[in-house]
């Protein structure tokens, strides 16, 4: 089973500020990596996916990169709706298709 | 749109039984793969189960293999999961995903949730 390690468990920063979430993976995913959002009450939602492809809607201040067993998710200027909890998944050798820990992003 | 709405959820005893169902609409659904993903309260996502398009793969967690059971209709749009032999630590909130494709790994697409108490 592939597990995946968030980094940091929690980020304070500001409104405007930029956002540098990190996921590890314990072996090579290849860029099959997908990043969702989840706020409290709600169900997650696809940001992006197999690394780097903004899913549907999602603004372009959001980018993720990375292959291999490193991947981040930037958020270039957050607005105050990004506050949340995301979520790296792997899609590289299933089943079991598996989850990273999450990172909380708060308001400082 | 896409639309995915769970139902069925509730509490229910230890060892007991529960079926889950999601209805589908906005989209093919006979020529999606589904998912149900659960979270305990507090923490985080946890894939349970997966099935093909056709109905013809499937694949479960660990920690629900040969309790769990994932099926469809596509006659009706609707995705299942029937649960027998619960236990305190499937307390969650059960979700229905759908795939970006047939069998891609990958989830576009949730409902709101739906919650599973298992307590006496």
């Known amino acids: 089973e592939i597990v995946l390690t968030q980094s940091p468990g929690t980020l304070s920063l500001s409104p405007g500020e930029r956002a540098t979430l990190s996921c590890r993976a314990s072996q090579s995913v290849s860029s099959y990596l997908a990043w969702y959002q989840q706020k409290p009450g709600q169900a997650p939602r696809l940001l992006i996916y197999d690394s780097s492809n903004r899913a549907t809607g999602i603004p372009a201040r959001f980018s993720g990169s990375g292959s291999g067993t490193d991947f981040t998710l930037t958020i270039s200027s957050l607005e105050p709706e990004d506050f949340a909890v995301y979520y790296c998944q792997q899609r590289s050798n299933w089943p079991p298709l598996t989850f990273g820990g999450g990172t909380k992003v708060e308001i400082k | 749109q896409v639309h995915l709405v769970e139902s069925g959820g509730g509490v229910v005893q230890p060892g007991g039984s529960l079926r889950l169902s999601c209805a589908a609409s906005g989209f093919t659904f006979s020529s999606f793969g589904m998912y149900w993903v659960r979270q305990a309260p507090g923490k985080g996502l946890e894939w349970v189960a997966f099935i093909r398009y056709d109905g013809f793969n499937k694949y479960y967690a660990d920690s629900v293999k040969g309790r769990f059971t994932v099926s469809r209709d596509n006659s009706k749009n609707t995705l299942y999961l029937q649960m027998n032999s619960l236990r305190a630590e499937d307390t969650a909130v059960f979700y229905c995903?759908?795939?970006?494709?047939?069998?891609?790994?990958?989830?576009?697409?949730w409902g709101q949730g739906t919650l599973v108490t298992v307590s006496s």
């Open positions: 995903a759908k795939d970006r494709g047939a069998q891609l790994g990958s989830f576009d697409y």
